[in-house]
């Protein structure tokens, strides 16, 4: 990491940084970093502006430099200028949805995130909340079965003496409401596959969605508020690949701000793809999403391939067994990464899975003419 010169924090300088409290004992700054425009400063940087929120990147300006003649002693302080630009690391989103994507999480809004498999919706929330500062919280909700599921769970344990017990065991959103009542640190809860879970049961989380913010705690009998600094943002897949789901009613699909996800361009695609394997060629990874992006705007096939699928392919290719991916390496691999996620087999032209062998076939004959 480079590092800053002190001439260059002259007053009225702006730069970007991310605050944490400032635990420093007698200190009238509530929040420091060391850090500005992701370089390290010669001096710590101190601010008590009320606006800055411990994690969130901000632009600030340089107010007033103690000491200037020492390179290490004093500090320099700031003052909040405006919010960061909305930047998300490693996903890609149409610039639309990510426009209302920014008005939601500033407004505080439930989102629901509808798209196929695939597409990076668990990679955005979690993306979102590093950005930001949140404190991520997965919850699966396949598992969710009754509508208690959501808050706590039964495990049933063998006492010292050989009878089993039942423990109540809370669950990562109970904990995470309880941890928000005495933290500031904003929470982003992920409700993953919302749809898999009976509608009955999904019945239990409509209080913390509407304007109640308040969920049952089943160990202790009670209600229990929900801070305003904890969102939540929900996915579901839907098409008829998916099985053991269930639809959203109305009144639940109206607590959320739903916003529409799909795959990545191929350009997109190939970019994020060479950020994860570096090592491989561009030229391989071109012809993978090639493929990938013929098999989901194909007709005879069920369902799109995932960025997991093109990933996991890149994977074995730019492993040393694979020798960076010569045709027939590509063709195995694909066979296996992409083939395989779909019914039937490969060899069979009347299943999906042989659907998309045909096309894998005709993408690489193609690509090496």
């Given at each position: 990491?480079?590092?800053?010169?002190?001439?260059?924090?002259?007053?009225?300088?702006?730069?970007?940084?991310?605050?944490?409290?400032?635990?420093?004992?007698?200190?009238?700054?509530?929040?420091r970093?060391?850090?500005l425009?992701?370089?390290?400063?010669?001096?710590?940087?101190?601010?008590?502006?009320?606006?800055?929120?411990?994690?969130?990147?901000?632009?600030?300006?340089?107010?007033?430099?103690?000491?200037?003649?020492?390179d290490?002693?004093?500090?320099?302080?700031?003052?909040?200028?405006?919010?960061?630009?909305?930047?998300?690391?490693?996903?890609?989103?149409?610039?639309?949805?990510?426009r209302?994507?920014?008005?939601?999480?500033?407004?505080?809004?439930?989102?629901?995130?509808?798209?196929?498999?695939?597409?990076?919706?668990?990679?955005?929330?979690?993306?979102?909340?590093?950005?930001?500062?949140?404190?991520f919280?997965?919850?699966?909700?396949?598992?969710?079965?009754?509508?208690?599921?959501?808050?706590?769970?039964?495990?049933?344990?063998?006492?010292?003496?050989?009878?089993?017990?039942?423990?109540?065991?809370?669950?990562?959103?109970?904990?995470?409401?309880e941890?928000?009542?005495?933290?500031?640190?904003?929470?982003?809860?992920?409700?993953?596959?919302?749809?898999?879970?009976?509608?009955?049961?999904?019945?239990?989380?409509?209080?913390?969605?509407?304007?109640?913010?308040?969920?049952?705690?089943?160990?202790?009998?009670?209600f229990?508020?929900?801070?305003?600094?904890?969102?939540?943002?929900?996915?579901?897949?839907?098409?008829?690949?998916?099985?053991?789901?269930?639809?959203l009613?109305?009144?639940?699909?109206?607590?959320?701000?739903?916003?529409?996800?799909?795959?990545?361009?191929?350009?997109?695609?190939?970019?994020?793809?060479?950020?994860?394997h570096?090592?491989?060629?561009?030229?391989?990874?071109?012809?993978?999403?090639?493929?990938?992006?013929?098999?989901?705007?194909?007709?005879?096939?069920?369902?799109?391939?995932?960025?997991?699928?093109?990933?996991?392919?890149?994977?074995?290719?730019?492993?040393?067994?694979?020798?960076?991916?010569?045709?027939?390496?590509?063709?195995?691999?694909?066979?296996?990464?992409?083939?395989?996620?779909?019914?039937?087999?490969?060899?069979?032209?009347?299943?999906?899975?042989?659907?998309?062998?045909?096309?894998?076939?005709?993408?690489?004959?193609?690509?090496?003419?």
């Open positions: 990491m480079t590092r800053l010169a002190l001439d260059d924090l002259a007053p009225g300088r702006t730069f970007e940084a991310t605050f944490l409290e400032n635990d420093a004992p007698g200190s009238r700054f509530r929040w970093t060391t850090q425009d992701g370089r390290r400063t010669p001096k710590v940087v101190l601010s008590d502006d009320a606006r800055i929120q411990a994690g969130v990147p901000c632009v600030v300006r340089v107010v007033h430099v103690g000491k200037p003649e020492s290490t002693h004093g500090h320099v302080e700031v003052v909040w200028e405006r919010a960061a630009a909305f930047r998300i690391e490693g996903v890609w989103l149409d610039p639309s949805v990510a209302k994507l920014e008005v939601l999480l500033e407004s505080g809004m439930n989102i629901l995130l509808d798209g196929p498999q695939g597409c990076g919706k668990t990679t955005l929330a979690r993306a979102v909340a590093t950005q930001l500062g949140m404190e919280v997965f919850f699966n909700c396949g598992a969710v079965v009754d509508a208690s599921d959501f808050f706590a769970t039964i495990q049933v344990r063998a006492s010292e003496s050989g009878a089993p017990v039942t423990d109540f065991v809370k669950t990562e959103i109970l904990e995470a409401v941890r928000a009542a005495s933290s500031e640190r904003p929470v982003l809860v992920f409700l993953d596959e919302l749809n898999r879970c009976p509608e009955a049961a999904r019945n239990a989380l409509m209080p913390a969605l509407d304007s109640t913010r308040r969920v049952f705690h089943p160990i202790e009998n009670r229990v508020a929900i801070p305003d600094h904890v969102q939540f943002v929900a996915a579901v897949n839907r098409g008829r690949q998916f099985s053991a789901t269930f639809g009613d109305a009144a639940q699909l109206d607590r959320f701000a739903p916003l529409r996800m799909g795959y990545p361009p191929p350009a997109e695609e190939v970019k994020i793809l060479k950020r994860r570096a090592e491989l060629p561009t030229k391989v990874i071109e012809r993978v999403v090639l493929v990938a992006d013929a098999v989901r705007r194909s007709p005879e096939v069920g369902s799109g391939l995932s960025v997991r699928a093109t990933d996991e392919a890149c994977t074995y290719l730019a492993h040393p067994r694979f020798g960076g991916g010569t045709d027939d390496q590509i063709r195995d691999v694909l066979r296996t990464s992409f083939c395989l996620r779909f019914d039937g087999d490969a060899d069979d032209v009347t299943t999906d899975a042989g659907a998309v062998w045909t096309i894998v076939e005709q993408q690489l004959r193609v690509a090496t003419e």
